[in-house]
């Protein structure tokens, strides 16, 4: 079963960014969607959710950023290392026509790989990618290869300068687009969320919550509003699920199930 | 509310024998309460503490092929934040449904000082944790091993439940179930929840080897605990006339069942939501029905017990 | 000999690590070659005592989702039978093959006894089976509960042996395990085997409403244990030299490695007969191989007690 | 699974004789061939081995013969009343043109659900079935009508007086019968082996030994000389496995695992 511990090695890894890398593994399980996730086990260190960026002829990908202790020990994880992964868990995006992907951050990392599908279905979509700076956002060529792709920067090292939501309203006005997929910065997400609401489109949005099984028991992501698990029910919600969901934009519970600011 | 199987415990009725175990699902107000949507005659939450803990690193939760393996180690946002879930839950879920609060304490004097704090929530139970295996290594063994400990704690957080019932949550790794049992019913325990994770075991991936849990050590739950917990129950029927939670690897109606013919007032059910999801408790109370329509029974308690010679 | 699975035990060397566990095929000669011929490095009998035993009515073994249950009662034909049967073994098999006796009694000096008595069946280990949950409502509790018993159990078989080594099997039901194997190693055991069943546990038909074993419960065995068995395995190791048969829930050449990493000189394979038969031992063997010149392992020492830290 | 304990109601009961009793249930597994048996939950009382008389229809049939506590124990059971059953366990008797079926007492029980598959294939074969008396031999209605049958036994109540093994000689020398199936006291195959053996006929045969678990593992059916066991391996054992068991003909092992009379 894809719930226990395996540890699979590393095949190969290539730099996005000093502080940005792709690890690659043989693919550990079939039905891997994209917005679904692995939790990645690192011995001897801790096991965290990451997203699969791609899935190609049996290779997976997935794509870290290093913002903290975990983050940054994988950043030491060399070629050959076992890294343990379990998966994929929770529900990822599903396929529809004619859509806007918007992404901020790390959040463009299953984008990529709806990108991928979304293609080769040979559907029409249109991506919109934010980040900081250019060494922010991953994939700038595929992405560009693979469709009509705009970049935005905050500080206008690629593409437009500010922030993706700006340009977002303009694209979706376009009748051509008619469904939304988003992952990224919960600001971004509720502001998305807003936008699509405004002009009646349909939408899926990944989310992120502090998570501990991956596997629907712990309780840690439930997210208020609804009782939706992000793990298991997430991190992918339509727009229903979504708008069920009453603390969007909120701190976050972390590791002891306190919301941070309280 | 359904006559057939509701369900009275401590002078309360519950529409269903079910509850969900403690460390499920258990953290926040909206959570518990979609399984008690779900079916779950009560709830019962994370075990608190006085102060927010963030557990052990991951992998915490680990399944293997005969069950779970958990090392959370007591993370939980602390009585404070809890009592305000509890409050929240109880608005949401209206005074007839069932919250069973857990409470642990570092020492003995903290398990009442979590008790009063917790009362406060108005839980329909108390729910002692004196059992969990995953903080030995802080605590030294757990104090659900010992029966001074035990004794003690038990009319420690009976003054401070004041009128709240309390039921000690005993775990199998005790030199008698049936004295510590004894024990809990002569120090004030209105019932027992029974039983709390087992061992605890070990996983080694066998690539990197080295244990798997971060903790290395974790309790084991679920199926492979359920012949244990069902004779857990049994015995500590048979032995006092305590009403018992009987929690322990039910993942069926026939599990669920057992658990009721061996003595059980309530089933728990943990790491069954993993095996059959959220919708376990729906599964099993539409099962218990048909079984009870079959068999011309009006309610569970012509059935409880009844394995007891 | 296999180069790569020999392993060495108290100065005797078998051709693999893997043993069959007490109780299981363990009755006759033939039963138990037929074990060897499939790859097994020892086999260990049935625990026998002085008297014949008829043990318990049936069901006696029951399979359920996590494992197996069992109230077998140490059912056995006795000492004289069994030393006939070794002795046949030991004909058959040849001098190099493994042959481990388990005895019991129902008093300590009996232990001595039946020891006194197995030992001119020259089998190259005694196995101390002081930890039989299933005669407990006729024993008490079983002796391997109780550190006294153990010291005292000890020392009188220890004596009683002579010069064959001497193995105690141990129970996870005692207040610590680390203790318990330190007792063994202090009064003269050789070697520990770890683990015996756990619980007992308990299954009732809901049918008839009543437990299903004839002897109401039985000691789980099987996946259930597994990670009960290797935490064991692995706290032995990490506090005695003695070397260590690591048995519990193993059924696949990774759970087998588990219990080598945990530090286990031998790993013992009761139920896992009831999972993969007799050729268990085959598959596990040659997948121990694969997976040793894969890594490029010349001696399964290499990697014995690894995950230890 | 079929080695879990699973009660069913008895569904009909059929008196043989006042001491000898069918009992009907609805077939608890698909994989029943004649020979494979299952073990018999009393509760309150004891777990026996009983081989399948018949399956037709979706109703199991077994048939029992009281010859000690828990046997006698089954003449009083009653219809409704809930009986465990765990099985099928162990090998049956494959298919073979051309045989004869001998069966002695209440092995003719297992030979009784062969002749039904045997004629379903449109098989010739014959029968010989012994007793000490006509009231020992169950099921001669149903015998005579599917095969030519030969009665025979102690008394001569039923069909010739003897032995069945008197008769089988002159059975198997005709040539058109070429395989022998059989079932019953030890004594009686022991002979059946010797004679099939002398004129080179192929058998297979149904053997009983004391047994505990049925599932492989106790240890208690095991046979001498081959480490063969009955509860897995047979009850059925073809010549050539029958052939390798040293300890045909002696004192059956106990309940200890002693043979009886040492
Ligand atoms: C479904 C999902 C998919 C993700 N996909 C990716 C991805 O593809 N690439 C990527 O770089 N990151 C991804 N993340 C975020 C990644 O899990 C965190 O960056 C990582 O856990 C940080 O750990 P740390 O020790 O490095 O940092 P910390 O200093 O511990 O934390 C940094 C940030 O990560 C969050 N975080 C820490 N632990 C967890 C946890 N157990 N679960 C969720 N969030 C946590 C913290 O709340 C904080 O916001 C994903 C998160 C989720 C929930
Ligand atoms: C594979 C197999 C198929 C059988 N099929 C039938 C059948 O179809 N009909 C039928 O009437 N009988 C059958 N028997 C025999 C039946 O199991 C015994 O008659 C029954 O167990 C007797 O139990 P008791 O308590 O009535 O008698 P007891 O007084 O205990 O014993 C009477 C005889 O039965 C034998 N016996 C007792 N217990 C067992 C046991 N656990 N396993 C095997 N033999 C035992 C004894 O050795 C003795 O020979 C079969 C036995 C086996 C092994
Ligand atoms: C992930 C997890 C967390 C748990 N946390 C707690 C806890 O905080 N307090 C407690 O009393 N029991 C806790 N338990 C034990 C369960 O409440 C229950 O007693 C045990 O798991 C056996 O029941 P089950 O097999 O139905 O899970 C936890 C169990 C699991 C699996
Ligand atoms: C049917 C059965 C009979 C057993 N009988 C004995 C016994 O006689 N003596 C003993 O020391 N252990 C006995 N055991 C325990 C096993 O030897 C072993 O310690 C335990 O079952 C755990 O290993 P396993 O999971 O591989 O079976 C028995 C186990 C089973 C399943
Ligand atoms: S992370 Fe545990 S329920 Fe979602
Ligand atoms: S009856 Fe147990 S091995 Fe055959």
Redesign the interface.
């Given at each position: 079963?894809s719930?226990?511990?395996?540890?699979y090695p590393v095949l190969n890894i290539k730099s996005h960014s000093p502080v940005m890398k792709s690890f690659y593994f043989s693919q550990p399980e079939s039905d891997i969607q994209p917005g679904r996730f692995f939790?990645v086990?690192l011995?001897?260190?801790?096991?965290?959710p990451f997203s699969v960026s791609d899935v190609f002829q049996g290779i997976m990908e997935i794509t870290v950023k290093a913002v903290g202790p975990f983050s940054r020990k994988m950043m030491d994880v060399r070629r050959g290392d076992?890294v343990?992964l379990?998966g994929p868990f929770g529900k990822g995006f599903s396929h529809h026509q004619h859509a806007l992907l918007v992404g901020g951050g790390m959040g463009i990392v299953p984008l990529r790989y709806l990108t991928r599908l979304l293609r080769q279905q040979g559907f029409y979509f249109e991506v919109l990618l934010g980040g900081r700076c250019s060494q922010d956002i991953p994939f700038q060529t595929d992405f560009s290869e693979w469709a009509p792709t705009t970049f935005v920067t905050d500080d206008g090292s690629l593409g437009y300068k500010g922030a993706v939501t700006d340009y977002m309203q303009d694209k979706i006005r376009e009748s051509h687009l008619s469904f939304v997929y988003s992952s990224g910065p919960e600001a971004m997400l509720v502001k998305v969320m807003d936008l699509a609401a405004q002009v009646g489109l349909d939408y899926e949005i990944s989310f992120e919550r502090y998570m501990?099984?991956g596997?629907?028991?712990?309780?840690?992501c439930?997210?208020?509003?609804?009782?939706i698990?992000l793990c298991?029910e997430g991190p992918v919600l339509t727009r229903q699920e979504a708008e069920k969901v009453s603390e969007w934009g909120m701190p976050h519970?972390?590791?002891?199930?306190?919301r941070n600011t309280? | 509310m359904d006559e057939l199987l509701k369900t009275s415990f401590l002078g309360k009725t519950y529409p269903s024998p079910l509850v969900l175990a403690s460390g499920v699902l258990g953290l926040t107000a909206d959570s518990m309460k979609r399984v008690l949507d779900a079916g779950a005659g009560a709830v019962t939450t994370k075990s608190f503490g006085l102060e927010p803990r963030k557990g052990h690193p991951c992998p915490a939760i680990l399944p293997f092929d005969g069950g779970l393996l958990n090392a959370v180690g007591l993370s939980n946002p602390g009585v404070d934040e809890m009592v305000k879930e509890i409050r929240k839950l109880r608005e949401q879920a209206g005074l007839s449904s069932g919250i069973f609060a857990s409470v642990f304490g570092r020492t003995h004097e903290e398990f009442g000082e979590v008790t009063r704090r917790a009362v406060e929530s108005k839980p329909d139970l108390i729910e002692v944790n004196v059992s969990c295996p995953n903080v030995s290594s802080e605590f030294g063994t757990p104090f659900g091993s010992h029966e001074r400990d035990v004794e003690h704690i038990t009319r420690i957080v009976k003054k401070a439940a004041g009128n709240i019932p309390i039921s000690i949550k005993l775990t199998i790794h005790c030199p008698s179930l049936i004295r510590m049992a004894k024990i809990c019913e002569e120090n004030g325990a209105d019932a027992i929840t029974a039983i709390n994770t087992v061992g605890p075991g070990m996983l080694i991936d066998t690539g990197v080897m080295k244990p798997i849990l971060a903790h290395k050590v974790g309790g084991v739950s679920g199926p492979a605990i359920f012949p244990l917990a069902l004779k857990a129950v049994y015995e500590i029927c048979g032995n006092t006339r305590l009403p018992v939670i009987g929690t322990g690897g039910v993942r069926t109606a026939d599990e669920a069942l057992q658990m009721i013919m061996a003595g059980a007032r309530m089933v728990g059910i943990g790491s069954g939501v993993y095996y059959g999801d959220i919708e376990l408790f729906t599964h099993i109370n539409r099962e218990l029905r048909s079984w009870m329509i079959e068999k011309n029974i009006k309610n569970l308690k012509e059935v409880r017990g009844i394995a007891y010679e």
């Open positions: 079963m719930d226990q511990m395996k540890t939790n086990w011995p001897g260190v801790d096991e965290k076992l343990g379990r501990k099984c596997i629907g028991i712990c309780g840690q439930v997210v208020d509003g609804s009782g698990r298991k519970r972390d590791a002891t199930g306190r309280r | -």
